[in-house]
């Protein structure tokens, strides 16, 4: 079984639409984040939800929504894409909020723009 | 702002040689953290080191820590074919939530 599974793993798109990634793990952890990994394989985390309650925010712009129905889900919105959105986008869990361990991540989804 | 550097960007070494990759960071840690991604893959916690320790060890995998120069290094013995991936380092920072911040990796060919 699979701890962290995304999909899509691929999304071809063009500007301006809106697109979603689903992010689900089977963990029982508590804490959830989204991180993207741009073309020089940097990543920087966006968002992290600890039991449905966004608790990291990183100044990303507000076309993306993050959403978590529940503390093993936490989906990712995308509005009105731009060509600086594709990127690999990287779910990833952790047991516990403010913990300091390891980060559990999915295989990414990558998002191409054109 | 990223936190972790890595050095050298590229690693490409023989089949038996030792692989050494460093880490550098600004702000004082709780703890660094190397993972590994394969090609197409996602990341793979390899190893952690708490700021009151120097070195660990975990199978063919060294890391040592130097908080006095802000850095870390991580040493694979005897590399295989399979070790081919980028490596990266993350910090964690004592205010952050257990944010982990990531350097941009080291990329290492090992070669048969």
């Known amino acids: 079984d699979t701890a962290v599974s995304q999909t899509p793993k691929y999304l071809v798109t063009q500007m301006g639409n809106d697109k979603s990634i689903k992010c689900e793990q089977n963990?029982?952890?508590?804490?959830m984040y989204w991180y993207k990994q741009d073309s020089k394989k940097f990543l920087k985390i966006m968002f992290s939800y600890n039991n449905k309650e966004l608790i990291i925010n990183e100044t990303v712009p507000n076309r993306f929504s993050p959403k978590s129905p529940d503390k093993a889900h936490l989906n990712l919105h995308i509005n009105s894409l731009e060509l600086g959105d594709s990127a690999v986008y990287f779910c990833?869990?952790?047991?516990?909020?403010?913990?300091?361990?390891?980060?559990?991540f999915g295989e990414g989804s990558r998002l191409t723009v054109l | 702002s990223q936190q972790g550097e890595e050095d050298p960007q590229a690693l490409s070494i023989q089949e038996g040689e030792n692989a050494t990759m460093n880490c550098s960071y600004k702000?004082?840690?709780?703890?660094l953290q190397w993972y590994r991604q394969n090609s197409g893959r996602g990341l793979v916690h390899l190893i952690l080191i708490r700021s009151n320790e120097r070195e660990k060890h975990s199978g063919r995998l060294r890391v040592t820590l130097d908080t006095s120069k802000k850095s870390s290094s991580l040493l694979i013995t005897a590399s295989r074919a399979a070790d081919t991936a980028s490596y990266f380092c993350a910090t964690v920072t004592t205010d952050s939530w257990g944010k982990l911040q990531f350097g941009a990796g080291t990329q290492v060919v090992v070669t048969p």
């Open positions: 963990l029982g952890h508590d804490t």
């Open positions: 990833a869990s952790r047991k516990i909020a403010g913990e300091t361990g390891e980060l559990f």
């Open positions: 702000t004082s840690i709780n703890n």
